[in-house]
């Protein structure tokens, strides 16, 4: 069964940095793209960050670029979310996904169940 975890949300101060991770399984991990979300209450899922299945390619959504760096460790099964200069904006719940290509719409086969992040000012 495809099970998408993620660690590493909590509660951090504006400026400040997180690492979010997302150990899959019961896939091969490296046929897929990978991808990150965020939902804040009331809104809904966006797009954060997406890398091709090799980790060449990264895109992100421009509210985080410059920011956030998205990375994968194949050897791992684990996709990693960098996230710096943290702001009270990007306060929501993140979730990873997995899809057979990288993607910016939210339409993933595979989903984790998400990690709250939390940036207080």
């Known amino acids: 069964q495809v099970q998408l975890v993620e660690s590493g949300g909590g509660l951090v101060q504006a400026g400040g940095s997180l690492r979010l991770s997302c150990t899959a399984s019961g896939y091969t991990f490296s046929n897929y793209a990978m991808g990150w979300f965020r939902q804040a209450p009331g809104k809904e899922r966006e797009f954060v960050a997406a890398?091709?299945?090799?980790?060449?390619?990264?895109y992100y959504a421009d509210s985080v670029k410059g920011r956030f760096t998205i990375s994968r460790d194949n050897a791992k099964n684990t996709v990693y979310l960098q996230m710096n200069s943290l702001k009270p904006e990007d306060t929501a719940v993140y979730y990873c996904?997995?899809?057979?290509?990288?993607?910016?719409?939210?339409?993933?086969?595979?989903w984790g169940r998400g990690t709250q992040v939390t940036v207080s000012s």
């Open positions: 890398i091709s299945r090799g980790g060449i390619n990264r």
């Open positions: 996904a997995a899809n057979p290509v990288p993607s910016t719409r939210v339409a993933y086969e595979y």
